[in-house]
Structure formats: C-alpha cells, structure tokens
C-alpha cells in the first residue's frame, strides 16, 4: 500500500477560491446549444424555448459563469444575425464547423438563459473575420443603457437594462491554422491590444482576455505568449490557456495523471508573463483564464468538421461518452485549478450540453449526468473560503509521459465562517491503494461531515440515459479521527473529497 501525510494550516493560505474557476462553454457547436440549452418543442420547454431539464442540471452542477458563442465558431461570426425578431434573422453558413446556422438563437436569448441558470456570462469577440469597430458595437449594445442607435435597439428588442458583461475574450485560438482568421503573434497582439483600448475607452473597468496558445504542443508555444504580451501587456488583464486531455496508447496511468501537464502548462505560462512585466518593469501581474479544458477524445472524433455540399443544422458532433476513469481525471484537473488560485481566476470547462460536456441529452427525451459531472458539481458547492497550501510527503509512482510524480494529489480549502476544511484527493495508481493521514497542524476534528469517492471499480463504467447513476459518488466508510488529525484509505484510481469541522485553530 502507498502512503501520503498532508500537512493542512488554515494559516498557510495561497489565495481566496476564484468562483469563476468553475465556469463552463455553450459554443454553437453540434448539439451544444440547438437541442441542448435550446429546444422550444421539448416537453419541459419555457416559453423562451429552454429546457428545463437542463437548467435544472446547470444549477446543480454548480456552473459560476459560461463563456459564450465560441469557441471556433466565434471567429466568423456576425453578432447581429442573432438579435432582432427571430423571423428576419438571416440562415448562414457556419465555417468553423461545416454547418447551417439559424441564428434563432444568440445574444438575447443566451442572456435571458444566464439570468434562469443563475450564472455571469463571459462574452467572447470575433477577431477573425472582424475587429474593433464590431467589438465596440457589441459593447455598446450589450452594456449602454440607453440613448444610443444600439442600445436603443436592444431595448426594442426586449431588453430595457443593459447586460452589464464584465469579462471579454478577445477573440479565440488565432494561433490556429484551423482558425478563420488565424493571424501571427505579433499581428493578433496589436490587434488586441487595439480592441482593449476602444472597448475601455467606454468602460475602464472591463476584464480583457487576450489568445494564449490554443495548446502546449503548439509550434509556436511560448514565443506566442511572449510577442503577443509585448503587444498588448498593458491592455489586457488576463491570458488564456486551453487544453484536453485523452489516454494515449492506452497509457492508463499517465491519463490519470494529466494534472501534471495542467501544473506545467500554467507554470510556464505564469512565467513568460512575469518575464514580460519584469522587462517592462510593470507592477501588473496578468492572470490566467483556463477558458477551455476537459477529457475529450480526439483520436475517435476527430475536431475536423464535416466537408462536401451538406450543411446541416447542429449536427452531432464531438458527443464523448465519459467512463469512471474520466471522471477520476477531471477531479485532478480541478484540483490543478485550485492549487494556482492566485494566478489562475477564470476557467470554462468546455462544454456544458451535449459536446464533450457533462450534461448528455436526447432529442425530446431525457437529459442525464455524464460521470464527469459528479466532481466538478461536489467541488465547485464545496471549495469555498480560500485554497491552503498542501504540504504533502509520500509515495511516489513512475509514469511513462511524466516521469516520477506524487501517488496521491491534493489540494484543500478553509471557510472560516464554518470552520470548514474541505480535502481533494486523487489516488494516481491504477493498482495500488494509498493511507493518507491528514496533519492540521495542531487544530482538532470537530466532525467528519462527509467523505465520498469516485472510482476505484469499474472504471470503464459509464452512465447513459437508462442508467444515468452508475459512477455516483459513494461513501468512503474508511474516513477515521486520529490524534494527527484524520486517516484514510484512498482506492486505486479514484477521486475523493473529504470535508471537515475544525476547532481549536491557531489564529
């Protein structure tokens, strides 16, 4: 058997828990938003056409914020084929994935959907086919409150307050040969750096996002992050990063350890925008926005679009059907996130519906949790407060790709108002368990309020629409007070949280 000690202090604290690492993606991509969020003949529609079903599963799932419309998708598209009554909105052909757009859905519609989720959305401009004076007018038509032709126009379209987006991506992925628009680094960075500019001149106190590298296997990774900071440091606020993650040749135990290339990629990416602040002898720290992330296996849909004449309206795409393995990942991803709280402050796990997402759905039928929901929903409801940081010591395990890492990964989180401490854990080892002891640092256990695990078994199962509970979330019966402070034993492979009542913490 393995072994781990933690060493937990609530006065060893790395940064408050960002809510809006916890934010999602509703791309027009496949069946994402057209019989996902969107299905005005389903049974459980609203009269604005979304499924309740799914609005029931977005909250629980615990989603904070949702970037919207893209994504690919986002770079050839025009905003205002989206807005107005639905009947006049133009068909167009959608480049990025070979499909017929109607446009009966967009902006209003996704703005009336954020407010019934009960999330802040994150809006993203189309720097491909288009530019600052499309960003600027966007703008004004989502956040001006009256008086002007745009804003004028979206309050005759039903919306008397103005939408007060705070967060927006400039652009998506321009690195990308696949992209509609894909520019160099430099020619991005300026035209970015451009678009701050014009949309701060009508709101200082915007949050701007600027393209990092679509991937850390990117040619160009690195001196893209560089030459496009050079360009716009001092107009954006934060860098994005994106990355998915697969079993590659059936290499089980480096999947399970994907958090390992998480900590590098934000590492290093955290490192050239410092490097660019130091040369420009700034005071700014530029954040990371993680805006895309998940399990998506690429090698058994491939990202390209469909070709030939047929352009058909949200065709399937890119639907994975996610094991109990996958959900084991996903938890460890997030445990990444949490661990670089101070630098990381936004994150979309991408998508929500349908595309690679946790939530599955069928035409007129049911909609269900995919096994990935279950960490993300049990994370994003209990890490609250601030993100502590975990001194571990252990055993250690030899993976193909990463070389020799920590069997067990943790991270945990401390809300003083409830004198709660809440511990996630990953057991990285396909075949061995791991004991983990859990030091506070001299504080005592109040109560064991909970401690459940995913994986262990089965970790091929998945769910499905008739057997929508497979990979649930179980007890972990081998939780016990010690004088250290709480013992247990963590399942091969699996996914756990633990949460706990603390008393007698040193201030």
Known sequence: MNTARLLLDPRRRVAPVPRRIFGSFVEHLGRCVYGGIYEPDHPSADADGFRGDVLALVRELGVTTVRYPG?????????????????KRPARLDLAWHSLE???????????????????????????????????????????????????????NGAADPYGIRLWCLGNEMDGPWQVGQRSATEYGRLAAQTAKAMRRFDPDLELVAC??????????????????????????????????????????????????????????????????????????????????????????????????????????????????????????LISLLRHSDRVTAACQAQLVNVIAPIMTEPGGPAWRQTIFHPFARTARHARGVVLDVLRDGSTTTTDRYGVIDA????????????????????????????????????????????????????????????????????????????????????????????????????
């Open 408 to 507: 067990v990964d943790a991270v945990s989180t401390w809300d003083d108002s409830a004198a709660e401490m809440t511990v996630f854990l990953v057991n990285r080892v396909v075949d061995t368990p791991a004991e983990v002891t859990v030091d506070l640092a001299g504080a005592q256990v109040g109560e064991i309020v909970e401690c459940v695990t995913v994986g262990g078994v089965d970790l091929d199962a998945k769910n499905t629409a008739d057997g929508p509970d497979h990979a649930e979330p179980r007890p972990n019966d081998t939780v016990q007070a010690s004088d250290l402070g709480v013992r247990l034993t963590l399942a091969p492979a699996s996914w756990t949280m633990l949460r706990l009542r603390v008393t007698d913490v040193t201030p």
């Open 212 to 333: 990092g590298s679509s991937h850390l296997g990117m040619p160009t990774f690195g001196s893209w992050e560089r030459d496009v900071l050079t360009e716009a440091y001092d107009d954006v606020d934060l860098i994005s990063l994106h990355a998915y993650y697969q079993p590659v040749d059936d290499d089980l135990p480096s999947f399970l350890a994907s958090a390992e290339d998480m900590d590098r990629y934000i590492d290093a990416v955290t490192a050239i925008a410092d490097s660019v602040g130091a040369i420009r002898r700034s005071t700014r720290k530029i954040m990371i926005a993680f805006d895309e992330w998940n399990v998506w296996y690429q090698s058994a849909a491939p990202s390209t679009p469909p070709s030939g004449e047929d352009w058909p309206v949200a065709p399937p795409l890119l639907e994975d059907h996610y094991s109990v393995a996958d959900a084991v990942v996903v938890g460890g991803l």
């Open 102 to 156: 109607t446009n009966a859905f967009g902006l209003d519609e996704f703005m009336r959907w954020v407010g019934k989720a009960d999330v802040d959305p994150i809006m993203a401009v189309n720097l491909g086919t288009r530019g600052t004076a499309e960003a600027v007018d966007l703008l004004e038509y989502a956040n001006h409150r009256a008086g002007s032709h745009l804003a004028d126009q979206r309050r005759d």
């Open 71 to 87: 994504g690919n998708f986002v770079s050839s598209y025009r905003w205002e084929d989206g807005v107005g009554p639905v009947e």
